[in-house]
C-alpha cells in the first residue's frame, strides 16, 4: 500500500517551454501533496504545499506563477513548470500525504533537463 | 520557521561497525522526527521516526535518540551492511516537514 507515482521519469524540454508532471496517490486519498526540488548531492527544498480543491501555498523564493501546481483531486496534484530555463534543470519530487504528518509517501521523482 | 542540522555530511565505516548521523532543530514545537533513506536516482524511504514524547525508538539494527532539551536527535545503526550504503536524511515536523542537508553513509566490506 501507499504508492506514489510520478510521471513523467524523466524529460528533457528546450528553453521557454512549458513541462507538467504529474503526481498520483495509487491506494490512498491524499489530502496534501507537496512538490520538492532536489539539486545534485543536496538535501529536499519544499517548494509548495497544495490541498485539494484549494491553491497551493507556496515557500519564500518559489515563484508561484513559474511553477504552477493544481491538486484537482485527492489523487492527482500536477506541477507544470512554465517557460522553462536551464537553471531550473534539477529533479523534482513529489509526495502525498493522508493528512498524517506520519503518512506522508514519496514519488520516484523527475528528472527535468531544460537544453 | 523550523531549521534543521545535520551532521556529518559523509560518513565513511567499515561493514560491521555502527554509524551515527546527528541532527539538530531549532523549534521547540516540534514534535515529529522522521528519518529517511534515499539511494541514488531513487526516492526517499522512511525507516524510523520517533514522537516528542519518546526518547528513544528501535528496530533492528537502527534506533532513534531525541533529547528535547537540547533539541537534538540521532540515527543510529549497528552491524553496518554495504546495502545500508545511501544518503540518509533527518527531518523535523510540526506539521510541514523540515529536512537537513543529508549524510552520504558509505559503508565498506
Known amino acids: 500500500g501507499a504508492v506514489v507515482s510520478q510521471h513523467p521519469s524523466w524529460v528533457i524540454c528546450k528553453s521557454g517551454t512549458s513541462v507538467k508532471i504529474e503526481c498520483r496517490s495509487l491506494?490512498?486519498?491524499?489530502?496534501?501533496m507537496f512538490w520538492y526540488r532536489q539539486f545534485p548531492k543536496q538535501s529536499l527544498m519544499l517548494m509548495a504545499t497544495s490541498n485539494e480543491g484549494s491553491k497551493a501555498t507556496y515557500e519564500q523564493g518559489v515563484e508561484k506563477d513559474k511553477f504552477l501546481i493544481n491538486h484537482a483531486s485527492l489523487t492527482l496534484s500536477t506541477l507544470t513548470v512554465t517557460s522553462a530555463h536551464p537553471e531550473d534543470s534539477s529533479f523534482y519530487i513529489c509526495s502525498a500525504s493522508t493528512g498524517r504528518e506520519d503518512e506522508q509517501y514519496f514519488g520516484p521523482g523527475t528528472r527535468l533537463t531544460v537544453t | 520557521g523550523e531549521n534543521v542540522e545535520q551532521h556529518p555530511s559523509t560518513l565513511s565505516v567499515q561493514e560491521g561497525d555502527s554509524a551515527v548521523i546527528k541532527c539538530t532543530y531549532s523549534d521547540s514545537a516540534s514534535n515529529y522526527f522522521p528519518w529517511y533513506k534515499q539511494e541514488l536516482g531513487k526516492r526517499p524511504q522512511l525507516i524510523i521516526d520517533?514522537?516528542?514524547?519518546?526518547g528513544e525508538k528501535k528496530d533492528q539494527r537502527i534506533a532513534v535518540t531525541l533529547n528535547k532539551t537540547a533539541k537534538h536527535f540521532s540515527l543510529h545503526i549497528t552491524e553496518t551492511q554495504p546495502e545500508d550504503s545511501a544518503v540518509y536524511f533527518c527531518a523535523a515536523s510540526l506539521g510541514t516537514l523540515t529536512f537537513g542537508k543529508g549524510t552520504m553513509l558509505l559503508v565498506s566490506p
Open positions: 520517533i514522537r516528542s514524547n519518546v
Open positions: 491506494d490512498f486519498q491524499a489530502t496534501t
